[in-house]
């Protein structure tokens, strides 16, 4: 079975914290990304990798960067945390085949106070 | 601008008959389509899935029908059980858009006993 793991299902941090959230996947996949979800908006891509070392803008990456040091792992940075960026974070991996999904994690619930 | 619409934020059924789930997309390109369940507090889980080139999969219960004349797709659901009871979304990749999902703002389907 695919596994993509988030390092914490709830976390809860203070305005202007540097933030790490941690994922990874046991399946080999060379796309890797992060979503958000909220009320009414759906998921929102924040950044995507489809290799080590790479990653693109997805459509809200304003306040996050992201690191790919190893296939495996991928992880999302809010360098000053703000209440705003409180969510449910999903981290997600597919592979490089065009007509496969993508498999999420079980999701990180953030709250910045 | 939404690329992918879900204009029903909720739906409710009785259990044994059919939930009829809809989406519509805007982007041509689009040419492999998804559907996600999602269970509060979890992530997201692979539903069913079609490619541009069919109308209709089937897998069990569920079928997803795809008209790319009118960029519409919808997932039937029959019959729908109460443990169905999800957040549905519908999601869409384009051809040489790196395998990145573009996800509709979710149908909350709750199934009554």
């Known amino acids: 079975d695919v596994k993509v793991t988030q390092s914490s299902r709830y976390l809860v941090k203070r305005t202007g914290e540097k933030v790490f959230l941690e994922c990874v996947q046991d399946m080999d996949h060379e796309n890797m990304f992060w979503y958000r979800q909220d009320p009414g908006l759906g998921l929102r891509l924040i950044y995507f990798s489809y290799d080590v070392k790479m990653k693109e803008k997805g459509d809200i990456p304003e306040g996050y960067s992201v690191s790919r040091e190893k296939k495996e792992r991928f992880s999302l940075i809010l360098e000053s945390a703000s209440t705003n960026q409180t969510s449910m974070y999903l981290c997600?991996?597919?592979?490089?085949?065009?007509?496969?999904?993508?498999?999420f994690g079980q999701g990180t619930r953030l709250t910045v106070v | 601008d939404q690329q992918v619409k879900q204009n029903s934020p909720s739906l409710s059924v009785q259990e044994g008959r059919i939930s009829i789930l809809n989406c519509d997309y805007t982007n041509s390109m689009f040419d492999y389509f998804l559907w996600y369940k999602k269970y509060p507090a979890e992530g997201p889980t692979f539903l069913i899935s079609?490619?541009?080139?069919?109308d209709k999969n089937e897998d069990g219960r569920f079928t997803v029908f795809l008209n790319k004349s009118a960029k519409h797709l919808s997932l039937h659901i029959v019959p729908s059980q109460p443990g169905d009871s999800a957040v549905y979304f519908c999601?869409?990749?384009?051809?040489?858009?790196?395998?990145?999902?573009?996800f509709g703002k979710g149908t909350k389907l709750t199934v009554n006993p």
């Open positions: 999601a869409a990749s384009a051809e040489g858009g790196s395998e990145k999902l573009v």
């Open positions: 997600a991996s597919s592979s490089g085949d065009r007509y496969t999904e993508a498999f």
């Open positions: 079609i490619s541009s080139i069919k």
